[in-house]
C-alpha cells in the first residue's frame, strides 16, 4: 500500500526487486486530503502540473503532519536515468510530488497538453519552502554537500529566516554508508522533530536515499540537487535569460565540463528525440 496523490490510500501489485536496500514502497503513511495532481508521463517517467505556491503549500502541510514523503525536483537528468532503469523510474513515478525544475521539462508539459505548466526550480524552491516553514513553525533538517557548504548554506537562510528553525543537519562522507550509519541518519532525523528535509546528493542518489526512507523517517524529503552550491555561494547559477532560453545545461557545462559533459552532451540529445517520438505517437492518437 502506498498514499496516492490524491489523498486516498491506493493497493499496488507486488513491485519489481530492486536490490537489497531497495525503498519499500508498498509500505503505508498516514496522509493528507489535497487537490488531484494533474500530470503527464515524459518518455516514461512522471512529471505533476504545479508551481512554488502549490508545491510549497503541499510540502508545508505535510511537513506540519510530519508525513513521510518525498518529493523530486526533476530535470532531463532524471527522465534519462529512468530509461536507464526500470527501478529508478519505479522510484520516480511513485514519488509523492514530482515538480519540472528544467525548462525542457516544462516545453514537454506543454506540448503534451498542459498550457499552463510552470517550472519550479530547486534553488528557488528551497528559500520559498524555507520562507513558509519559518512561518508554520515547521523545523527543517538538511542532508548534502559538504560541512563547509552546508554551514555557509544554513546561515545564509538563516540570515534571510532568522525563524528558521534548522534541527538537524549533516554532510555525508563521499563513500556509501554503512547499514549502522544509514540507522544512525535515520534515528537523528526522527528525533530531531525534523518535518522538512532538504536533500542535496544529486540525481540518482538523492532520489534513492529519500525513497528507501518513505514509511521510515516521518517528514517530507526534498531532493534539490545542486541548490545546497548554489546557494551557499560556491557555485554560481546561469544567468536569468538563460535560464529562461533552457539554456542553463550550457552554463553549467561550460563551468563543470568534466563532470557533466556526458549528461549534457550524451542525455540531451537523445531526451529530444524520446520526446518528438512520444509527441508523434502521442498526436496519431
Known sequence: MRPGREGRVLILSTSPDLGPSSPDLRSPVVVSEARPLESRHIAGMRVDRTNYEDAASRIVAWGKQRESRYVCVASVNNVMESRA?????????????????????????????????????????????????????????????????????????????????????????????????????????????????????????????????????????????????????????????????????????CSEPRRLWKRYLYRNPRFVFLLVKQLAAHGRD
Open 85 to 253: 532503469s526500470e527501478a529508478f523510474q519505479q522510484i520516480m513515478n511513485l514519488a509523492d510530488l514530482v515538480t519540472s525544475d528544467g525548462m525542457p521539462l516544462v516545453w514537454s508539459l506543454k506540448l503534451l497538453g498542459l498550457r499552463d505548466a510552470t517550472r519550479v526550480y530547486g534553488p528557488d524552491l528551497t528559500p520559498i519552502l524555507c520562507e513558509r516553514a519559518a512561518e508554520a513553525g515547521v523545523p527543517v533538517g538538511f542532508y548534502g554537500g559538504t560541512p563547509d557548504v552546508l554551514e555557509s548554506f544554513i546561515a545564509n537562510l538563516k540570515a534571510r529566516f532568522p525563524k528558521l528553525q534548522v534541527v538537524y543537519r549533516f554532510a555525508p562522507p563521499f563513500r556509501a554508508p554503512t547499514e549502522e550509519e544509514d540507522r544512525q541518519v535515520d534515528q537523528e532525523i526522527i528525533d530531531s522533530g525534523a518535518g522538512i528535509v532538504f536533500v542535496g546528493l544529486g540525481t540518482p542518489k538523492q532520489e534513492l536515499w529519500m525513497a528507501a526512507r518513505r514509511g521510515k523517517v516521518p517528514a517530507v524529503m526534498v531532493g534539490v540537487g545542486a541548490a545546497f552550491d548554489f546557494l551557499a555561494g560556491v557555485k554560481k547559477q546561469a544567468p536569468s535569460i538563460m535560464q529562461r532560453m533552457g539554456l542553463e545545461w550550457l552554463f553549467r557545462l
